[in-house]
């Protein structure tokens, strides 16, 4: 399809470690409208970070095994070289990074951080470059921007580097903005803020967006689509309003019980998912939520299940045993 | 920053002035009396004593540390007993030469040690990072007085390259090419060391920087290999070079010693050794003590670069 920027297929990473064979992504697909925003979910280690970096073609090239394809804008990023790749980073697709203490480089003025981009990748003269800057900085709400233009990033707050490394990554209008986990060093209060941000530039500028997270109350509201993501796969997929309120996966369900509601009575203890995510490097034939499911049979330790369509058009779960549609109609407590 | 750097000033103003009554001390440490050496044994006690109130030496000793401490801030290190010229202008015609041959030895070790550090972080435990690192490694375990042995041994004697062998030095004003030519072998001999310390070290922290999130970062913004390494690895995996070379630098000052007497280098080093050998303790104070405050300087201004390299450190 024409008006799809991003589409991934069956897309596999495997890391080689010294402990074997690790598939931090298991066959993966998906795709990503122009201008749509799509949330990736799931626990530490479910593989999102990997696919993100993956998908952007940022992975190290050694000890690392990528299959499948990834198609972005029309062209593949599996197999392309990074001499290939630096042509497409930051025009095409460009991350912001999960911890603004250490993604800026801490001896390197701001400034000359956003505007290097500038000046490498579009040509623009040391002047032009630095104007721009200053009216990037400005437009991710960076307070007096001409005067931190010269500031280090030690001089700033987690929320105004993380509007730091935002401004970068938009720097050269990107097609695909990867926002891997943006808000998780940050306040709460700034949180909210930053994702704000992030919504309204994507307005503005027209971007397609993938923001990862574990948090599916930061995806709730600014997402069309919802991807949960365990063990490197994808268990569940569809509109973010079927994900929430018509899951079929029982690890989808865990995950929203575990998030804390206002709705909730004072001192309601948390649902926490039993059991820890598995290892990567052992995983069985199995689905592999198996071991932590409640519903979990016989076949579901044998047989993986494939993603099966659900009624509503786009949804996609991946159960044995799918908790009943009908139930759902309302999200659990 | 200024703070930092006033802070440091004044931590070294007493740390200058520990050194000065350090080596003011170390010549009444010393055995034998001064009138004995001047005068020989069989000088009478009135000459003896003549002679002290000439020296000064019938003063109380923390009078006789003020009017040496003057004499010093005027330039005036004293007179040597045994070649009768003064220990200042000695100082000051062997000093040029060690600077010389460190600006050469150091201008070699860091224009090997960087660009073969960078391409030995870029894939560490590749095939070059294997070669580069055991080689370094066997360097180190070589003195600099079997280098500069071997050197002469092959460069001098079997290719017959002139100027290059012991006792060949002219001074820099008299015949420029002269004199980089009788360098050549101890500054690279100087340089081997540097080399190994810088390489080692900056490699170690290359390998670190470049596992940063803010290089990936940096690769993500499509910058290449190269500006990569300059401008976002290099900077801050300077600071433990810098330090090493403050503390290597100020060593060489008087550490060149070795190289310079094997090959009759008319520096400090050489100045020092023969001063020693000659009992001229006045000659032996004065270099002590300028390379002592030579040593302080020099860390004093690595101080500095670093501070400027890295901008976290004057705040943190």
């Known amino acids: ?333 | 920053m200024l703070r930092y750097v006033l802070r440091r000033l004044t931590l070294l103003i007493g740390i200058v002035w520990v050194i000065s009554v350090g080596s003011f001390y170390l010549i009444h440490l010393l055995p034998g009396d001064p009138a004995t050496v001047i005068l020989g044994t069989g000088a009478s006690p009135a000459n003896r004593a003549i002679l002290y109130r000439q020296l000064g030496l019938n003063k109380p000793i923390i009078e006789q540390y003020f009017v040496w401490m003057g004499n010093i801030l005027h330039g005036n290190l004293g007179t040597s007993f045994i070649s009768e010229t003064s220990v200042a202008s000695t100082i000051r015609t062997a000093l040029p030469i060690d600077v010389e041959l460190i600006v050469l030895s150091q201008i070699l070790a860091f224009a090997a040690a960087i660009p073969l550090a960078m391409r030995s972080a870029r894939k560490p435990n590749g095939v070059l990072d294997r070669i580069l690192s055991a080689g370094s490694f066997t360097l180190l375990s070589i003195p600099s007085f079997i280098i500069i042995v071997l050197l002469v041994l092959v460069v001098s004697i079997k290719l017959g390259i002139a100027n290059t062998g012991p006792s060949s030095y002219v001074s820099l004003g008299s015949d420029w090419v002269v004199n980089l030519e009788s360098l050549a072998l101890p500054a690279f001999t100087l340089a081997v060391g540097s080399f190994v310390i810088y390489f080692r070290v900056l490699r170690s922290d290359l390998i670190a920087t470049l596992q940063e999130e803010f290089i990936t970062m940096a690769r993500s913004k499509g910058l290449r290999q190269r500006r990569i390494m300059w401008r976002h690895a290099f900077r801050p995996s300077s600071v433990a070079l810098l330090g090493a070379a403050g503390v290597n630098i100020g060593g060489l000052l008087a550490g060149g010693f070795v190289v310079e007497y094997l090959l009759g280098i008319p520096g400090l080093g050489y100045t020092l050794i023969t001063g020693i050998a000659s009992s001229d303790y006045l000659l032996v104070q004065g270099i002590v003590l300028v390379v002592s405050v030579g040593v302080v300087l020099i860390n004093f201004v690595f101080d500095f670069i670093i501070s400027v390299v890295d901008p976290r450190i004057t705040r943190e």
């Open chain 1, 1 to 333: 399809m024409s008006t799809q920027l991003l589409v991934v297929d069956d897309l596999h990473t495997t890391f080689r470690t010294a402990a074997g064979l690790v598939a931090a992504v298991g066959g993966v697909s998906f795709d990503l409208a122009t201008n749509e925003t799509v949330g990736i979910v799931g626990e530490s280690g479910s593989g999102k970070t990997v696919l993100a970096r993956t998908i952007m073609g940022l992975q190290p090239r050694s000890n690392v095994e990528v299959r499948g394809s990834v198609l972005l804008d029309g062209h593949q990023v599996v197999g392309a070289s990074e001499r290939e790749m630096r042509e497409r980073w930051a025009t095409d697709v460009s991350m912001v990074f999960q911890d603004p203490m250490t993604s800026l480089n801490p001896v390197m003025r701001i400034g000359r951080q956003i505007d290097e981009t500038l000046r490498v990748r579009l040509g623009m003269d040391k002047r032009a470059a630095r104007a721009r800057a200053i009216e990037l900085l400005a437009m991710v709400g960076m307070p007096s921007a001409e005067h931190r233009y010269r500031a280090y990033p030690t001089q700033l707050s987690g929320g105004m580097r993380q509007r730091v490394v935002i401004a970068t990554a938009l720097a050269c209008s990107p097609k695909l903005l990867i926002a891997d986990e943006p808000t998780t060093g940050l306040d709460v209060t700034i949180q909210a803020q930053i994702l704000n941000l992030l919504d309204d530039l994507k307005e503005q500028l027209h971007m397609s967006v993938i923001l990862i997270t574990h948090d599916l109350g930061v995806v709730a509201t600014r997402t069309s689509r919802i991807i949960v993501m365990y063990a490197g796969r994808i268990v569940e997929m569809g509109a973010t309003r079927d994900v929430f309120f018509r899951h079929r996966m029982p690890y989808t369900r865990a995950l929203l019980e575990s998030s804390p509601k206002v709705s909730n009575p004072s001192h309601t203890r948390l649902r926490v998912i039993p059991g820890r995510p598995p290892n990567l490097s052992t995983l069985t034939s199995g689905c592999a939520f198996a071991p932590r499911c409640s519903s979990a049979s016989e076949r579901c330790h044998q047989e993986r299940p494939s993603l099966e369509p659900a009624e509503e058009p786009g949804h996609v779960f991946a159960c044995w045993h799918p908790l009943a549609a009908t139930e759902l109609h309302e999200a659990p407590r």
